[in-house]
C-alpha cells in the first residue's frame, strides 16, 4: 500500500510563493506520475501540473510561468514550486500519484490549504 505525505501550504500575499511537497512511501511500487491537482470552493478539482515518468511536464495554462514542478525519483518525491501567486490561486491542493505497478492506481493525498490575499 502506498501512502502520500503532503507539506507546505499556508497564507500568502499576492505575488508571493509558496513550496509544496509530496513524498510516496509503501513497499514494492513503482511510480508512473505524480502530480498536483486543486479544487476551490465551488469548482471541480482541475490539474494544476503533473509529471509522468520519461514523458512531457504538462501546467494548466492559468499556472504556466509561475508555477514549476520537479520530481526526485529516488525518493519518490514531488515538489510543486509556486511564485507570483494571484488570489485565483487560493484552493485546497492535492497530490496524485499514479502507480504502475504492481497494478495502476490513482493515490490522492489528503490535500494542504493554499490562501493567497489580495
Known amino acids: 500500500q502506498v501512502h502520500l505525505v503532503e507539506s507546505g501550504g499556508g497564507l500568502v500575499q499576492t505575488g508571493g510563493s509558496l513550496r509544496l511537497s509530496c513524498a510516496a512511501s509503501?513497499?514494492?511500487?513503482?511510480?508512473?506520475?505524480m502530480g498536483w491537482y486543486r479544487q476551490a470552493p465551488g469548482n471541480q478539482r482541475e490539474l494544476v501540473a503533473s509529471?509522468?515518468?520519461?514523458?512531457?511536464?504538462n501546467y494548466a495554462d492559468s499556472v504556466k510561468g509561475r508555477f514549476t514542478i520537479s520530481r526526485d525519483n529516488d525518493k519518490n518525491m514531488v515538489v510543486l514550486q509556486m511564485n507570483s501567486l494571484k488570489p485565483e490561486d487560493t484552493a485546497f491542493y492535492y497530490c496524485?500519484?499514479?502507480?504502475?505497478?504492481?497494478?495502476?492506481?490513482?493515490?490522492w493525498g489528503q490535500g494542504t490549504q493554499v490562501t493567497v490575499s489580495s
Open positions: 509503501g513497499s514494492s511500487f513503482e511510480i508512473y506520475s
Open positions: 496524485k500519484v499514479v502507480t504502475s505497478w504492481p497494478r495502476v492506481v490513482d493515490i
Open positions: 509529471i509522468p515518468s520519461g514523458g512531457r511536464i
